[in-house]
């Protein structure tokens, strides 16, 4: 598995690029920014775009979703408790992809498998930074988007909710295994070692 990540915007949102050795398509992973610098990132490793993973629906992880799904055609996931959202002026701001029609939007469900850049992600559902929030397991990687940072979780004050965001992370903590873990912001990390040193995870 190759793993290329492109920190985009202000807020440096980690956008991932993801494929199988082999592979001609990659999946790609909260494209929060600059869309042309994500179409370029890809046409220079010869690749094409099969499908955008979300994590979550917040505006810093899909900003770039519309412009590169208009202009590959490729397949959107995310979860529908972030796309499905009463209208308001909050709600516009912080979740731009709520009830959007640009597009089929096909949406992904705990446990469920898809299939992208000639891999195989499996969703869990870890909600808390917002409703639907999810993480990507694949092989022995785990796309964490705000549910986990390295030392620290993401926040809860724009539509989460701080018990269930602990929830999630002790879900995460009692996974088999260890898996290196790519956040939506910050240096990756692994598992082992947020239950380690993570006071979220105590």
């Known amino acids: 598995m ?3 990540t492109l920190p985009l915007g202000d807020y440096q949102t980690n956008c991932y690029l993801v494929w199988a050795d082999g592979s001609s398509c990659c999946a790609v992973i ?3 920014y600059e869309a042309s610098r994500v179409l370029s990132a890809v046409k220079k490793l010869g690749l094409t775009i099969d499908a955008v993973l979300l994590t979550h629906g917040h505006f ?3 900003g770039a979703v519309e412009e590169i799904v208009e202009q590959t055609g490729c397949r959107l996931w995310m979860s529908r408790s972030d796309w499905s959202k009463p209208n308001s002026p909050m709600n516009n701001y912080l979740y731009p992809l709520a009830n959007c029609d640009f ?3 096909r949406f992904c469900e705990d446990q469920e498998e898809i299939s992208a850049g000639g ?3 499996t969703v869990l559902e870890t909600p808390g930074h917002t409703a639907g929030s999810v993480c990507f ?3 022995d990687a785990m796309f964490s988007g ?3 940072f390295a030392g620290s979780c993401g926040r809860t004050d724009l539509g989460g909710d701080w018990d269930t965001i602990i929830r999630s992370l002790n879900r995460l903590k009692e996974l088999e295994g260890d898996f290196r873990v790519f ?3 910050g240096l990756a990390t692994t598992l082992e070692r947020e239950r380690s040193y993570n006071p979220y995870m105590g």
């Open 60 to 62: 810093d992880h899909v």
């Open 119 to 121: 891999l195989t992600f």
């Open 2 to 4: 190759n793993i290329k």
């Open 30 to 32: 909260d494209p929060g």
């Open 146 to 148: 705000d549910t986990l």
């Open 103 to 105: 597009c089929e939007v």
């Open 137 to 139: 397991l694949c092989d």
């Open 183 to 185: 956040p939506g912001h």
